[in-house]
């Protein structure tokens, strides 16, 4: 089914919010198979409104429209719709019902004549009764459309999809999804390695997607079972990790998780323990571990230690080394690394020290790096070439590389098993 | 000037992300007095967004393109665009420069043909540089109408936009804008203190809005001149800060600021040094301040102490002090401000324990966190009950009174300056 979002008000058209709306309902009827093709915002202006509807009704066959049902003057998305369909305006008992109810358990509340309109649907509508509000929605059909009229509160609009609308419109057949996470290879690389997959996709479909630091590919199959569609993700993700490198740059799967979530669940299946002295970063990849919740059971403490003199004195490293070398040096992140992990006494100590920006640092470019990892078996370092891409992206590009030597470091150890 | 903004992207119909860049530029175009009157969002899919630019070129003036610069197979905004025009798409010479010198300084990253894209423009355009990536924008116009063509990954937009676009559309009457900065006052607070001054608001615009742990309060109007906005501004921020308690809770101006920036220049005016020892908080108030650029005139280092044990062994504070009075206490919070003071020789030592949840600690409920901070003079504390708002919550706004602390510690101490 070919499917169009237009969502109203003019708080939209001057930014004063965001539109999450759209970003709910395209959510949902993509879980549902509804292909949503064009997502439009317009004020709460009849003439725009109507020109919307026109272009609307010609190029899809479900036109759902979200806010502007509301009891103030500005609020003409049900009339708008009415006009355009050639149809009255006509009351809904229940919600007339709710309505009364409503004004007379309050009675310190006025009630105006727009309050009314909040009850009234296109004429013919089925009505879509509104738990959590007082707005009712409804879904008419004319000339081969369904048009559908939503509230624009997120607290309405959820449960009045959820509860009424997808299961009206769903029938059977779903959409199911797979994402596959990758770090260490860039959305170009990822593309070029796959490009003929991507070119002769057809089902499942492949989605690339760049973030920062990482890429997800979303695998996404229209089915009748859950069971179904992992057979074919199952089939279709082991062609794409039979291409050299990639099966190594998997760090996981899902919309929600993060590397930070996979290193601290390796870390507590392992019952391993973690520590980190920061340089370039000043706090961020501790933030980040222990943003996961019982993430103290994998990390007791850290270091920042962001001046020369105070990673020689909190992590008891010899200046004279430190002046020598860099700070921004291999020398300094493994030893850093290693007074990190001796010092709290972890199994893993991991460092960074390196060049946010926005000016150079010991004559190395922003956006150089040097990681350090300390284990029991020794310590490594690695050093990062991130570029000038400011100084927030720098970091969290470090802090991501940084959490992926830790998981490489635990995959790939048999010992720390 | 009747403009329009088309976002392109797939991700953006499956509800995969949401457009936050719709409200970014909208707002933006309002500032300067540009009025938005569609927004639509369309997928990589060259017949349809062809559709959208056809509807775009008869109703609006000025047709704002956002998203698809990238270097994979479905981003084909600018081919698009291209083709609509009937123009010829050719390679900008500094984009193009820009893009050699980055895999020049990359010899492990591979570059491919459609990296060359991102450095092509629709033959006639005047380029918008991309200071923070490769895909450089555009600005073309034809048959009256002005096409722009801007890079989604909202760290390369906002920058073009604000360096490049705005500087270019704004003439003569502007709208001008001052944004006032509150913490330690709800907005709903806020707006209850200021009812009659906002219900009554003209000339200039009041505009409240909440983030997490502050608010901020947008005065705008429109004029021809800085001068004539900014004494408009004026008088109305007296009256604002004229109510009782709102002067104390105003801690900085503009847009892009933010409490650690002030309290980073703050201190660097007083050329005073900042240490922290973070529990629940696990390195994120470093990591904020250590995000300005320049962070290090003020921040030499500081504890990330997240197990009992590391309290006591990293700062040096009684293990039976922390056991007799809990780790989440006003004992612990001034023992560990004092000590990270003490231990990296800094001027002011701000320290953080509490309960980030997702359960609670030492019969603490979620939420409760205690502050301490100490200076040349003594060391205090300060309790917080921030309540069950979620793990990320509480830790950023855990934060901010942190730093708030510190912020009015200075200010009020005439020995610091």
Redesign the interface.
Known sequence: MRAELITVGTE?????????N?????????EIGV?????????D?RD?LL??LE?AKD?SQLVILCGGLGPTEDDLTKQTLAEFLGRDLIADPDAMAKLDHFFASRPTYHRTPNNDRQAELVAGSRPLPNRTGLAVGGLVEQGGVTYVVLPGPPSELKPMVQEQLLPFLSDGQRLYSRVLRFIGI????L??VL?DL??NQTDPTI????K?GEVTL?LSTKSSRQELADAAFDQLEATILAHEGLADCLYGYGEDNSLAAVVVNLLKERQLTLT?A?S????????T???Q?G??AI?????????L???A??LGISPELLRQHGTVSAVAAEAMAEQSRR??GSDLGVALTGV???VELEGQSVGTVYLGLATEHGVISHKL?I?D?????I?QIAVLHALNLVRQAICSDKTMV
């Open positions: 939209l058209l001057t930014g004063q919010i965001v539109n999450t759209a970003q709910y309902l395209a959510e949902k009827m993509a292909d949503v093709y064009f997502q439009t915002a317009v004020g202006n725009r020109s919307v272009l190029r860039g959305e170009s690389q593309v070029t490009a991507i070119a989605a690339p997607y760049a920062t979303r980190a920061e370039l970063t000043g706090g961020l990849l501790q933030a571990l222990t943003e919740a993430s103290s990390f007791k403490g850290g270091f920042v230690t962001y001046s003199e105070q990673k004195q909190m010092l709290t946010a920006g926005p070439t570029g891409r400011g100084r927030q992206h970091r």
